[in-house]
């Protein structure tokens, strides 16, 4: 007789169906195993393409801001040559006044103005022909006192600077609205 003839039929069955729970117990592991390595990889090549994704927009960003610090360099440099030319323009005015305040204080050069001489409310009416040794020929003029001449002067340089300010202000304004 063989040894699993001695074994009753109720042990062979329980032995059977053990051995059964083992291999079923065995291959729900390995079944597990394999989805676990199915979904490793899944979940690896999502986590490529995310990484591929946020690199793709970082270099995006990163050209969008070379392109804007591009654009911001290039309207400062624009700024700075337009300042730069008000600034000359600005300084030669003065210039330009200052060497009239002095010709005007050394009485190198004196101002006049023009007289109506038909005019006889102001009470002094001049002819309108020059007196023997005057140069000046045509209407009627009279020289201003230097003191006056001086605040003309200065009037008229402080007009010219609120001028050169305000183009330089609106030549400003023009070049950072404008989209470039």
């Given at each position: 007789m063989r040894f699993?003839?001695?074994?009753?039929?109720?042990?062979?069955?329980?032995?059977?169906?053990g051995l059964l729970a083992v291999v079923a117990g065995g291959s729900a592991a390995l079944a597990w195993q394999v989805q676990d390595w199915r979904y490793s990889r899944?979940?690896?090549?999502?986590?490529?393409?995310?990484s591929d994704t946020l690199n793709q927009l970082a270099l995006a960003s990163a050209a969008q801001?070379?392109?804007?610090?591009?654009k911001r360099l290039a309207l400062e440099?624009?700024?700075?040559?337009?300042?730069?030319?008000?600034?000359?323009?600005?300084?030669?005015?003065q210039r330009d006044?200052?060497?009239l305040r002095d010709r005007l204080a050394t009485a190198d050069l004196r101002l006049s103005v023009l007289l109506d001489a038909a005019d006889s409310v102001s009470g002094c009416a001049m002819s309108a022909t020059p007196a023997t040794g005057g140069v000046v020929?045509?209407?009627?003029?009279?020289?201003?006192?230097?003191?006056h001449a001086q605040r003309i002067i200065g009037i008229t340089d402080a007009?010219?600077?609120g001028l050169?300010?305000?183009?330089?202000?609106?030549?400003?304004?023009?070049?950072?609205s404008t989209p470039k």
């Open positions: 699993v003839d001695l074994i009753p039929v109720q042990y062979r069955l329980l032995a059977i169906s899944q979940l690896a090549d999502q986590s490529r393409l995310y801001q070379r392109a804007e610090q591009d440099q624009r700024l700075s040559a337009s300042e730069q030319t008000h600034y000359r323009v600005l300084s030669d005015a006044h200052g060497r020929h045509g209407p009627t003029s009279a020289r201003l006192d230097p003191a007009g010219d600077q050169i300010a305000l183009a330089a202000c609106q030549a400003y304004a023009k070049e950072v």
